[in-house]
């Protein structure tokens, strides 16, 4: 899907929600277990099959027992490793539009991830199932051993979901303090989005906004943005973005900064006796202040450990430029942006940016004031998204 996005299909689809974290992985952990055991059943009812009509010859009964026990559960193993696998490449493949990475590579990657699946898989799930079905049977329950197999395998599969979930947690605190480590700041706020006709006055609608909700004045800053393909993991719905930005700003100062910006499209505060609903992406951006010339290229910069950081993280050598002019006015709770890129004259809109680090009820008070008094459409997708600069779009 590397194209634009239309105005006709924002339209239609202005709202995309990741999935639910622990349901994804509850159906993924489901998939492969259904494949790891039909594999186990399969096997051990062939090697009955071929002890019983003596096609292994005349193995002892240990032999058998052991033929029997452990031949299903290690090639069920095994199966499970290779589904998880080709699914993560084909998934990265997905991802990547016009470099693929060599197969090797790709294959290393999706081995890593499928092996932390399996150990969660033999350290969390299956330690939960033996001791769920312990207590079953330690209750004295008069249900069928069929019975409670099946309520000890859903117990399992929610509590390697609820773990895989936890861990990549874990996994984006851990990437966050590394960064951190490294001189980048972190900033977190919630950010809602909206498109608006050109026909308005960008400057008209911020001096409302400032003077319902007391804000300063209009100011102007002008954006240069580079981004850059990157192949950084998602956590738990949290998409990545990795861009080089410089920012004129009035006072003559330039900023000078890499980001990498990571977002989750939610559904703010849900009431049922109101007009509209609220849609926003809770972001994370981690950012790293340039104090020599920009280095637009990954090379040029100066810091090693955060050159090695957005080596990592560059997937390709494409990129993706964008210019704007963003007319803005806030107080210490509310940000509300106006954002006019230059390369997207043809367009029929340009972007409205609303943000709050933590007032989410003055966010959807702000959101309420622009929906009711502006033609716009709220949206989820992001600025780079609805601009399509040079086909970036997927």
Known sequence: MNRKITLEEILKKPIKLPRNSFLEEFKKFMKYELIDYGVILSTTTALGYLISHDFLGHPTKAMQDALLTGVGPVLGKVAFLGADTVDRMKHSYALIHKEKQPFLTNLKEAAKGAGVDLLENVSVQDTTYMAAMAAFLASGST????????????????????????????????????????????????????????????????????REFKLCDTKHEQYHDKYIPTHLPTYNGRKPKLRFREIQKPSGNVAKLVQITYGKAMELLKRSRDQFRYYAQKKTKLAYNFEHE?????????????????????????????????????????????DEVFQAQERPFYVIEMKSRKNIHLLEEGMRFVMSNFPVIETTHDKLELIGVNNYCR
Not at 299 to 309: D, F, M, Y
Request: glycine share 6%; net charge negative; with cysteine.
């Open 143 to 210: 249900e069928t051993p069929f019975i409670l197999s099946l309520l000890s395998y859903g117990i399992s599969i929610g509590a390697v979901s609820v773990a895989d979930v936890g861990f990549n947690e874990l996994r984006f605190g851990h990437y966050r303090k590394k960064l951190k480590k490294a001189g980048f700041m972190e900033d977190n706020y919630y950010e809602a989005t909206f498109c608006i006709k050109n026909e308005m006055n960008p400057e008209a609608l911020l001096d409302q906004m400032a």
């Open 294 to 338: 920009m280095p637009w290229e990954i090379n040029a910069i100066e810091n090693e450990a955060v050159r090695s950081i957005i080596t990592k993280a560059n997937q390709g050598k494409d990129s993706w430029e964008m210019t704007f002019k963003r007319n803005f006015v806030f107080n210490s709770d509310i940000l509300c942006t106006t």
